[in-house]
C-alpha cells in the first residue's frame, strides 16, 4: 500500500494560509481566555472583538498591602553591585562617585553660641576601585541622615563621612555642603541694619588615609579702578571737567584649609577677615549719608584685582587657624566688556595647572 505524505517543507499558498486563518479564527471565537493564552497570546489580535491580551496576565492595581520581607529583598536585582563582567568601559579608578544637590534643613552652630536652621544642599561622593561595578547610590544618603538632626560643626560631619566610607566599603571620600549662611551687618552712617547673606560650602575630603576640612566663601565688595581715579581727578584739576571712576561689583572665592590643632575658624571670623582686607564690601540697608560714604569709602580704597588677591593674602596668612588657602577674585568690570581675574595660592592643597573652563562664571552674584 502506498502512503502519500505531503511535503511539509513546501511554502503554504495564499489560499492555504487563508483556509488555516478561518479555522483559527473559528476555533478562536468559542475558546476562553485561558485557552487562547495556552495556545499562542497573539491569537487574540486575529479575531475581531476580541481584546489583545499580555501574557502573563499582570495586575494593574498597586498593592497597598504589600509587604517586603529579607526572604523577597533577597531575590531583587542589584546591578550597581554586581560583579566586575558588567563594567562598561575601561576598568579603571573612579576618583569621585556619588550625588549631588541632596538638600535638606540643617541646623548650623553660630560663633555666639547660637544656632541656625538653613537650607543646605549636599554632595557626597566616594572613590570606586576599578574592579567594582558601582555604588549603592541611596546609602550616602541613608548615611548622612543619621546626623541630620544634630547641629552641624565639622565633628558631625566627621562622624557622617565614617559611616558612609564604612557602609559604601570605600578607600577615598568627600562630602560637601552649600548653604547661604545670614550675617546682620551695620549700615555705614545711618545707624541702619541688615542681613547680608553669605554663599559658604564646608568640605571635607579624606584621600589616601589623609581628612581636610575646608571652608569656602563668597565675599562681594565693590571694586574701584585706581587708574581710573586717578584720570577722573586729573580732569578735575587741570581741566575743571566732572569725571567720575569707574567702580563694578565684584566677588572673592576664598578657599581655606582648617588647622586642626589651632581652635575652630567661625564663618564669622572668615567674613570679618575678607572685610578687613577689602572693606568695600557691598550695602544691605542704605540712606542717603550711607550712599555718601560709600564712594568715600571706594576712593580711598581703589583696588585692582591683583591688589585684592593680595589683600585677602595677607589676612588669611595672619590666622593661625588657616593653612593651605586659594583666593580667585573676579572684577567684573563696568568700563570694559571682560572681567578682570587673579587667581593666588598658597601651598598644595589648591595648585593646579588647569581650572574649570566656566569657573569664572561661576562668580557671578545674581543677588
Not at 473559528?26 to 476580541?50: N, Q
Not at 547660637?114 to 561622593?125: A, C, I, K, Y
Request: negative net charge.
Amino acid at each position: 500500500m502506498n502512503i502519500h505524505s505531503p511535503d511539509i517543507t513546501a511554502i503554504p499558498e495564499r489560499d492555504e494560509a487563508e483556509a488555516a486563518l478561518d479555522v483559527l479564527r473559528r476555533w478562536a471565537e468559542t475558546a476562553t481566555t485561558t485557552e487562547i493564552l495556552e495556545l499562542d497570546p497573539s491569537v487574540a489580535k486575529l479575531v475581531p472583538g476580541k481584546t489583545s491580551v499580555d501574557y502573563p496576565a499582570l495586575s494593574r492595581k498597586f498593592p497597598d498591602g504589600f509587604v517586603v520581607d529579607d526572604a523577597y529583598k533577597s531575590t531583587l536585582p542589584d546591578l550597581q553591585n554586581g560583579p566586575s563582567s558588567l563594567i562598561k568601559g575601561a576598568k579603571q579608578q573612579i576618583q569621585h562617585v556619588g550625588i549631588s544637590n541632596f538638600r535638606l534643613p540643617l541646623r548650623f552652630k553660630t560663633r555666639d553660641a547660637g544656632e541656625l536652621m538653613l537650607e543646605t544642599s549636599v554632595t557626597g561622593s566616594v572613590s570606586l576601585e576599578a574592579d567594582k561595578k558601582g555604588i549603592n547610590m541611596s546609602r550616602i544618603m541613608r548615611s548622612f541622615y543619621k546626623h541630620a538632626e544634630k547641629a552641624f560643626s565639622f565633628d558631625v560631619i566627621d562622624a557622617a563621612l565614617n559611616d558612609y566610607i564604612a557602609d559604601l566599603e570605600s578607600f577615598d571620600a568627600r562630602i560637601q555642603m552649600r548653604f547661604s549662611f545670614p550675617m546682620k551687618v551695620q549700615s555705614l552712617r545711618s545707624g541702619l541694619s541688615g542681613y547680608q547673606y553669605y554663599d559658604i560650602a564646608l568640605e571635607l575630603v579624606e584621600k589616601d588615609g589623609l581628612r581636610q576640612k575646608m571652608v569656602h566663601l563668597d565675599y562681594v565688595y565693590s571694586s574701584t579702578c585706581p587708574c581710573s581715579l586717578e584720570l577722573s581727578e586729573h580732569a578735575r584739576a587741570t581741566r575743571g571737567q566732572l569725571a567720575t571712576p569707574h567702580s563694578q561689583r565684584s566677588v572673592a572665592r576664598v578657599s581655606v584649609v582648617l588647622d586642626n590643632d589651632a581652635g575652630p575658624l567661625w564663618f564669622e571670623d572668615l567674613i570679618e577677615a575678607c572685610r578687613r582686607a577689602v572693606p568695600t564690601e557691598t550695602q544691605v540697608m542704605v540712606k542717603r549719608e550711607d550712599e555718601q560714604a560709600f564712594a568715600e569709602l571706594n576712593a580711598a580704597n581703589p583696588i585692582f584685582v591683583e591688589d585684592a588677591a593680595r589683600l585677602f593674602s595677607e589676612q588669611l596668612l595672619a590666622d593661625v587657624r588657616i593653612g593651605d588657602f586659594r583666593v580667585i577674585a573676579s572684577h567684573q568690570e563696568s568700563l570694559h566688556s571682560h572681567d578682570a581675574v587673579s587667581v593666588l595660592t598658597e601651598g598644595q592643597t589648591f595648585a593646579q595647572d588647569s581650572f574649570d573652563p566656566r569657573l569664572f562664571e561661576t562668580l557671578f552674584h545674581t543677588g
